[in-house]
């Protein structure tokens, strides 16, 4: 066989291999995302779970959510990830009944809880930082600064100098700002835990918690779905392979027969054979004549 036949064979092969990898990949479970580079960041590893029957499944089942300590804000933090908080909430500030089973975030202040945000199962990547946000939680109590006093003064000042406008007031009110919670998530393998959760800070007028985690499921990796091959890719592969073995078994032959060749140059042509045996005749051609010649 020529080297052209083997190569078309790699390349049939190949493209074999290639048709089966360009299937659709499924749509990737929740809390879950991949990046430009191909690498997936499956959260659901760090996601607490109530326990099944009050018994644990594994050692490192956890019966509490992921806690944070405030430190110097005054309160701390309990939250989860892409799930809801498997304490059981009660009246939580400004959020209706039936959403307080959402919450994924929340601290607790004279005697009163407050939420920082709604579950969401839709980590994003800004960059090469891996953030999972929540919104929609406790209303934003009005800010205390010197600058947002002066402004509601100035708007006050303002709203008695057009006491007199005889235009109607604009109506509707103006929308509700709610609590919400941004973690960033950083790649540790070398912890010993599932994860570790430490708050950064709050916003000035207390609307915004930015939250750190370190875990090995933020490291990212390969899906399921992106490893597996399916009937095609594996014939390809097989035919890969058993065309490399021939063509390695032909090479090894050739060594032996040619040892002064390399490479390609080992494999037999047919176009080198026939010019080798018009050679040879003609050589023994020449020396049948010589030998006639001495004889007479």
Known sequence: MRVLDYTLLLALCCSGAQAADSKPLKPLKP???????GLTFDLNAIAVHPLHDGKK???TDREESWHASGYD?????TLNFCVPVIEELEKVVGVDENLW???SAFYTKGGKTYSIGQ???APVLRGRKLVLNYTGGSPCEPSTTKRSIDLLAAAKNKDNDEDDDPRPPKSGSKPVRRKSTIISLLCDREITVKATVAFVGASEDECTYFFESRSSAACGGVSEEQQAVGPAGVFGIIALIAAADMLIILTSSCTRLLPARKGYNQLPTHTARGRGATRAEDENRLIDQLDEEWDD
Do not use: E, L, Q
């Open 57 to 59: 499944t594994h050692k």
């Open 101 to 103: 089973r959402n919450v």
């Open 119 to 121: 579950t969401s199962t």
């Open 73 to 77: 804000y005054g309160s701390n933090f």
């Open 31 to 37: 809390c879950t995302i991949t990046s430009k580079s």
